[in-house]
Nanobody, 125 residues
Framework: QVQLVESGGGSVQAGGSLRLSCVVS????????MGWFRQTLGKEREGVAA???????TYTDSVKGRFTLSRDNAKRTLDLQMDNLKPEDTAVYFC???????????????????WGQGTQVTVSS
């Protein structure tokens, strides 16, 4: 059974930092298709940061220069370091892995097969 388990969410004031981590099952981790997404109430889930098929990283414009995506192959984790957080970053953050549709871009939700349960990030002004 494939599992993705997120941790590291919480509440922080604007300008603060949080680090999200996702432990990924071996089958999903081995595909190298992984990313972080977020969703707020009433809105569609959006891509935040993801690895491309060539291992490159891609970020949505609103987090460039503030968020950093990384992976630890020994621990099978996908991490998202979030610095200089803003109130508009408040959302439930989801880890995704495994390839569902190869023609989709890295930040497209339709690309991924497996999803975590989500972790809440709240940034107050």
């Amino acid at each position: 059974q494939v599992q993705l388990v997120e941790s590291g969410g919480g509440s922080v004031q604007a300008g603060g930092s949080l680090r999200l981590s996702c432990v990924v099952s071996p089958v999903a981790y081995s595909t190298n298709y992984m990313g972080w997404f977020r969703q707020t109430l009433g809105k569609e889930r959006e891509g935040v940061a993801a690895f491309g098929s060539d291992g490159s990283t891609t970020y949505t414009d609103s987090v460039k220069g503030r968020f950093t995506l990384s992976r630890d192959n020994a621990k099978r984790t996908l991490d998202l370091q979030m610095d200089n957080l803003k109130p508009e970053d408040t959302a439930v953050y989801f880890c995704a892995a495994g390839l569902k549709k190869s023609q989709m871009m890295p930040l497209d939700v339709r690309r991924y097969r497996y999803w975590g349960q989500g972790t809440q990030v709240t940034v107050s002004s």
